[in-house]
């Protein structure tokens, strides 16, 4: 099998595992994926969806269970400052590729500050990193993309638009584009439809339904961004 050697495979509930009604395993797309599994193309996987659909709770859990920090970083990297993750990492079982290599980076938006006191505290041996407290919020983002992106691995991002431009998340693209076409494997959580245009990757959108794959066209946020931006006045009479 030509990808048979990808990082993840499958997600799926581990054994013995039972769904509840408590968070998150109230979420619909959490449950959908603790009893119907999900397998996952090789390439880059967009996670799409509203806030409190569950997309960074499955990236977060995914990341977690293949051996990443909740907290960001490589599969080496430890940080700890306030635990906040929910348990679902541990009720997950990856069914992994043959021969699949276990480098992996998760990026988190909302950690990336203690991430990067992390960095300057526990220099690289074989590496000088920037320091990243000296760059704007979006130069961070993107210098650490495109200069940690680059091993053959399983990368998990959760919302990596937060603090990019246009014209970064553009760049992202690339970055990405570039992973899946040398054999990595990509999880993306997005609300951003730049990224979410990416050429042949998978979108799985997920909302009251559980999970759904879907098409960047179909997506209900692009249609609500193309429509918004046809005629702002719209929707802005009612919140003005």
Not at 1 to 13: E, G, K
Not at 97 to 110: I, N, P, S, T
Not at 123 to 142: A, I, K, N, W, Y
Not at 210 to 218: H, L, N, Q, S, V
Request: include cysteine; proline fraction near 5%.
């Amino acid at each position: 099998m030509p990808f048979a050697s990808q990082p993840v495979r499958r997600v799926a509930a581990a054994e013995g595992v039972r769904t509840s009604g408590r968070w998150p395993y109230s979420i619909p797309a959490v449950r959908q994926l603790l009893t119907d599994g999900l397998d996952l193309d090789p390439g880059v996987t967009f996670l799409v969806g509203e806030n409190g659909a569950g997309k960074s709770t499955l990236v977060e859990a995914i990341a977690v269970a293949f051996g990443l920090s909740p907290e960001g970083g490589s599969t080496g990297a430890r940080l700890t400052t306030r635990a906040t993750e929910s348990s679902l990492a541990d009720d997950l079982q990856l069914t992994r590729g043959v021969g699949a290599k276990r480098a992996g980076y998760f990026l988190r938006a909302e950690t990336m500050h203690g991430f990067y006191t992390y960095l300057e505290q526990n220099p690289s041996s074989f590496r000088e990193d920037p320091v990243f407290h000296e760059m704007s919020h979006g130069e961070s983002f993107l210098n650490l993309i495109s200069d940690r992106f680059t091993r053959h691995g399983f990368y998990c991002l959760d919302e990596p638009e937060s603090a990019l431009s246009f014209s970064s998340s553009l760049a992202v693209v690339g970055v990405l584009n570039r992973l899946a076409e040398s054999g990595s494997q990509v999880l993306c959580a997005t609300h951003s439809p730049v990224i979410a245009a990416l050429p042949g990757a998978t979108i799985l959108e997920v909302g009251d339904w559980g999970i759904r794959r879907t098409t960047w066209d179909e997506l209900e946020l692009v249609q609500n961004w193309k429509a918004y931006l046809q005629a702002p006045e719209r929707y802005l009479r009612h919140v003005l």
